[in-house]
C-alpha cells in the first residue's frame, strides 16, 4: 500500500523539545515500516508564527490528488496535520471521495470513510483548538507590536491617508508613519463633508471616489472602509492597539474637534427611529428565491407574518407566520445538540489526546524554575559579596540589573505556559457545552434572544416558503453535519485503531 508521509513543526521551541522533524519522520518511516506501507513522498512543513507555513501541505494535496493510487497519510498527531477549517474540509473531501485513509500515529486514530462520525468530529475539533494554540504563539509577536505601540509608532500596516516609512538611524531601523499626499486631501474632505450632518455615507462614498481615492489594491474605497475611516482615532494622532488608545508619533490628519464633530454627526444620523417596530428574525434572512431581504409585519393586529419584501418584483415566495418559523429554528438549534455522555466523554478524549502539550508545557515550567531559582540564589549571594564589601558597588549594580531582568524574562515564560494549558482546551470545550445547552436556551428564551444565538451559530440563512435554510457558522457546520450523518457510538466501541 502506498503512502505519503506529512509532519511539521510549528515554532523554535517545540523543535527543541523533541517534536523535531528527524524525531516526527522516524517514528512515521517505522510505522510504515512495520505495517507494510510503502512511503512514496515525505512532506515537511516548517511553521513560525508570523507564517503559517502550509506549503507542502498544499502540494500533497496536488499529490493526493493526481495520485490516486496513494491512498493513505501518514501524520503524528491531528495538530500537526491540519490547522484550520479549511484545510479539515479539503481533507474530508478526499476522504470522502477518493477514499483516503488518515492515520494519526501517536492518537493511535484512523480517519476513514467508515470512521464513525464522533471520530470526524473529535478531529475537527482538535483542528480548532490547534489553532487556538498557535494564536498563543503568535503573542509573542503581538508583544514585539505592544512595545513599538507603546513608543507611539502604529505597529501595523499604514492605514489609507498614511504611508509605512523606514528609516536609519545609527545602526537601528525606525519604522513610523507618513501623510500620504495624493489620499490624504480626500479624506479631509471626507470628515469635513461629513461633520456638517448633511451627507450620507453612500453619498460620501461616491463622492471620494470622484475625487479619485482609491484602496491600496487601486479599487473603489467602500461604504464600510469609509465608515471605519471616520472613526478611526488615528487620523487625529492617536491610535488604538488592543483596546488600548496610544498617543501616536504621526502627524495628524484632521483635528481633534473635527474627528468629534463627525462622531457626534454619527450619532445624530443613526439615532433609532423609535416608530418602527422591530422583528426579531429579519436581520437572519433573505429571500431564497430572488435573494431580498425578508420583512414582517402584523396581520389582524396580533400575528406576525415574514415575507420577501418583493424589491426586485414578484418572485413567488410564500409568508410565514412567526410561531412556525421559530418553530423550525428551534430544529436548526437541535442539530448541533450534543447529548451530556457523548459531551463527557469527547471532553475526556480531548484531555488525553492533549496529555503531551500538558506534558510539554510542565516540563518547560520545570527548566524555567530551576533557572529561575538559580538566579534568586546569585542575587542573593552578591548582596551578601556587597555587604561583605567582595564586590564593588559598580559590579553589584551591573549584575543585579542584568540578573533582574532576567529574571523578570523567565517569570513571564512561567506565566504563559502556565496559561497555554487551560487556554489550548477551553475554546474547544466552551464550543462543545454552548452545544450541549443551546436547544434548552433557545426553548427558553425571548425571541430577540432567540435570533442572537441564531447569528451566532449560522453565518447565513435563506428562507424557502416557509422553511428556514440555515449554514452554520464553523465548527457548528461539523457538528451539524456529523450529527446527521451516523448514529454516535460511545467511544470505547468504536476505536478502529491505527491501519484499522
Ligand atoms: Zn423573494
Same mark, same amino acid.
Given at each position: 500500500?502506498?503512502?505519503?508521509?506529512?509532519?511539521?513543526?510549528?515554532?523554535?521551541?517545540?523543535?527543541?523539545?523533541?517534536?523535531?522533524?528527524?524525531?516526527?519522520?522516524?517514528?512515521?518511516?517505522?510505522?510504515?515500516?512495520?505495517?507494510?506501507?510503502?512511503?512514496?513522498?515525505?512532506?515537511?512543513?516548517?511553521?513560525?508564527?508570523?507564517?503559517?507555513?502550509?506549503?507542502?501541505?498544499?502540494?500533497?494535496?496536488?499529490?493526493?490528488?493526481?495520485?490516486?493510487?496513494?491512498?493513505?497519510?501518514?501524520?503524528?498527531?491531528?495538530?500537526?496535520?491540519?490547522?484550520?477549517?479549511?484545510?479539515?474540509?479539503?481533507?474530508?473531501?478526499?476522504?470522502?471521495?477518493?477514499?483516503?485513509?488518515?492515520?494519526?500515529?501517536?492518537?493511535?486514530?484512523?480517519?476513514?470513510?467508515?470512521?464513525?462520525?464522533?471520530?470526524?468530529?473529535?478531529?475537527?475539533?482538535?483542528?480548532?483548538?490547534?489553532?487556538?494554540?498557535?494564536?498563543?504563539?503568535?503573542?509573542?509577536?503581538?508583544?514585539?507590536?505592544?512595545?513599538?505601540?507603546?513608543?507611539?509608532?502604529?505597529?501595523?500596516?499604514?492605514?489609507?491617508?498614511? /504611508?509605512?516609512?523606514?528609516? %536609519?538611524? @545609527?545602526?537601528?531601523?525606525?519604522?513610523?508613519?507618513?501623510?500620504? *499626499?495624493?489620499? =490624504?486631501? !480626500?479624506?479631509?474632505?471626507?470628515?469635513?463633508?461629513?461633520?456638517?450632518?448633511?451627507?450620507?455615507?453612500?453619498?460620501?462614498?461616491?463622492?471620494?471616489?470622484?475625487?479619485?481615492?482609491?484602496?491600496?489594491?487601486?479599487?473603489?474605497?467602500?461604504?464600510?472602509?469609509?465608515?471605519?475611516?471616520?472613526?478611526?482615532?488615528?487620523?487625529?494622532?492617536?491610535?488604538?492597539?488592543?483596546?488600548?488608545?496610544?498617543?501616536?508619533?504621526?502627524?495628524?490628519?484632521?483635528?481633534?474637534?473635527?474627528?468629534?464633530?463627525?462622531?457626534?454627526?454619527?450619532?445624530?444620523?443613526?439615532?433609532?427611529?423609535?416608530?418602527?417596530?422591530?422583528?426579531?428574525?429579519?436581520?437572519?434572512?433573505?429571500?431564497?428565491?430572488?435573494?431580498?431581504?425578508?420583512?414582517?409585519?402584523?396581520?389582524?393586529?396580533?400575528?406576525?407574518?415574514?415575507?420577501? /419584501?418583493?424589491?426586485?418584483? %414578484?418572485? @413567488?415566495?410564500?409568508?410565514?407566520?412567526?410561531?412556525?418559523?421559530? *418553530?423550525?429554528? =428551534?430544529? !436548526?438549534?437541535?442539530?448541533?445538540?450534543?447529548?451530556?455522555?457523548?459531551?463527557?466523554?469527547?471532553?475526556?478524549?480531548?484531555?488525553?489526546?492533549?496529555?503531551?502539550?500538558?506534558?510539554?508545557?510542565?516540563?518547560?515550567?520545570?527548566?524555567?524554575?530551576?533557572?529561575?531559582?538559580?538566579?534568586?540564589?546569585?542575587?542573593?549571594?552578591?548582596?551578601?559579596?556587597?555587604?561583605?564589601?567582595?564586590?564593588?558597588?559598580?559590579?553589584?549594580?551591573?549584575?543585579?540589573?542584568?540578573?533582574?531582568?532576567?529574571?523578570?524574562?523567565?517569570?513571564?515564560?512561567?506565566?504563559?505556559?502556565?496559561?497555554?494549558?487551560?487556554?489550548?482546551?477551553?475554546?474547544?470545550?466552551?464550543?462543545?457545552?454552548?452545544?450541549?445547552?443551546?436547544?434548552?436556551?433557545?426553548?427558553?428564551?425571548?425571541?430577540?434572544?432567540?435570533?442572537?444565538?441564531?447569528?451566532?451559530?449560522?453565518?447565513?440563512?435563506?428562507?424557502?416558503?416557509?422553511?428556514?435554510?440555515?449554514?452554520?457558522?464553523?465548527?457548528?457546520? !461539523?457538528?451539524?453535519?456529523?450529527?446527521?450523518?451516523?448514529?454516535?457510538?460511545?467511544?470505547?466501541?468504536?476505536?478502529?485503531?491505527?491501519?484499522?
Amino acid at each position: 500500500m502506498k503512502t505519503v508521509i506529512y509532519a511539521r513543526v510549528s515554532s523554535k521551541e517545540q523543535e527543541q523539545e523533541g517534536y523535531s522533524i528527524p524525531s516526527q519522520l522516524k517514528l512515521l518511516n517505522d510505522y510504515a515500516l512495520k505495517n507494510g506501507y510503502k512511503v512514496v513522498k515525505e512532506f515537511i512543513d516548517v511553521e513560525t508564527a508570523k507564517r503559517a507555513g502550509r506549503e507542502n501541505f498544499n502540494l500533497m494535496i496536488e499529490f493526493l490528488k493526481k495520485d490516486t493510487d496513494t491512498k493513505t497519510i501518514l501524520c503524528e498527531k491531528t495538530d500537526r496535520l491540519s490547522r484550520n477549517f479549511r484545510d479539515i474540509a479539503i481533507l474530508d473531501d478526499l476522504v470522502n471521495q477518493q477514499s483516503l485513509s488518515i492515520i494519526l500515529v501517536k492518537e493511535n486514530t484512523t480517519i476513514s470513510r467508515d470512521s464513525k462520525s464522533h471520530e470526524k468530529f473529535i478531529f475537527g475539533i482538535k483542528a480548532l483548538m490547534a489553532k487556538n494554540y498557535i494564536d498563543n504563539l503568535s503573542e509573542e509577536t503581538r508583544k514585539g507590536m505592544l512595545e513599538k505601540a507603546e513608543q507611539g509608532i502604529f505597529p501595523s500596516a499604514a492605514p489609507l491617508g498614511y /504611508t509605512n516609512c523606514e528609516a %536609519k538611524n @545609527g545602526g537601528k531601523v525606525m519604522k513610523y508613519l507618513e501623510i500620504d *499626499e495624493q489620499r =490624504a486631501p !480626500i479624506l479631509q474632505k471626507v470628515f469635513r463633508m461629513y461633520a456638517t450632518g448633511d451627507y450620507s455615507l453612500a453619498l460620501l462614498t461616491k463622492q471620494s471616489y470622484e475625487e479619485g481615492l482609491r484602496n491600496k489594491r487601486g479599487g473603489k474605497v467602500g461604504k464600510a472602509a469609509i465608515h471605519n475611516i471616520l472613526h478611526n482615532p488615528i487620523y487625529y494622532g492617536t491610535f488604538r492597539w488592543y483596546g488600548k488608545l496610544y498617543q501616536g508619533s504621526h502627524p495628524a490628519l484632521v483635528s481633534k474637534g473635527l474627528f468629534d464633530a463627525v462622531q457626534e454627526a454619527f450619532e445624530a444620523l443613526n439615532r433609532p427611529k423609535q416608530t418602527k417596530r422591530h422583528f426579531a428574525y429579519t436581520g437572519l434572512m433573505v429571500c431564497a428565491k430572488c435573494g431580498c431581504a425578508i420583512t414582517a409585519e402584523i396581520k389582524k393586529g396580533k400575528y406576525t407574518y415574514y415575507h420577501c /419584501t418583493g424589491f426586485k418584483g %414578484k418572485c @413567488g415566495n410564500s409568508w410565514v407566520p412567526e410561531k412556525v418559523l421559530e *418553530e423550525k429554528f =428551534a430544529d !436548526i438549534v437541535k442539530k448541533i445538540h450534543i447529548d451530556d455522555d457523548i459531551l463527557e466523554s469527547i471532553k475526556k478524549a480531548l484531555l488525553s489526546s492533549h496529555s503531551e502539550e500538558i506534558e510539554f508545557h510542565k516540563k518547560r515550567i520545570g527548566i524555567l524554575n530551576a533557572q529561575k531559582t538559580k538566579l534568586e540564589n546569585r542575587l542573593h549571594q552578591i548582596y551578601i559579596d556587597k555587604i561583605d564589601a567582595k564586590v564593588s558597588e559598580e559590579f553589584f549594580d551591573e549584575m543585579t540589573d542584568k540578573w533582574q531582568e532576567e529574571l523578570s524574562q523567565i517569570k513571564e515564560q512561567i506565566g504563559r505556559h502556565e496559561n497555554s494549558d487551560s487556554n489550548y482546551l477551553s475554546q474547544g470545550v466552551h464550543i462543545l457545552e454552548l452545544c450541549n445547552k443551546a436547544h434548552r436556551l433557545y426553548l427558553q428564551q425571548t425571541p430577540l434572544k432567540r435570533a442572537k444565538l441564531l447569528h451566532y451559530i449560522l453565518s447565513n440563512c435563506t428562507l424557502d416558503n416557509t422553511t428556514p435554510c440555515p449554514t452554520y457558522r464553523k465548527p457548528f457546520d !461539523i457538528i451539524a453535519k456529523g450529527l446527521s450523518r451516523s448514529n454516535w457510538l460511545p467511544l470505547e466501541d468504536s476505536n478502529l485503531g491505527p491501519g484499522g
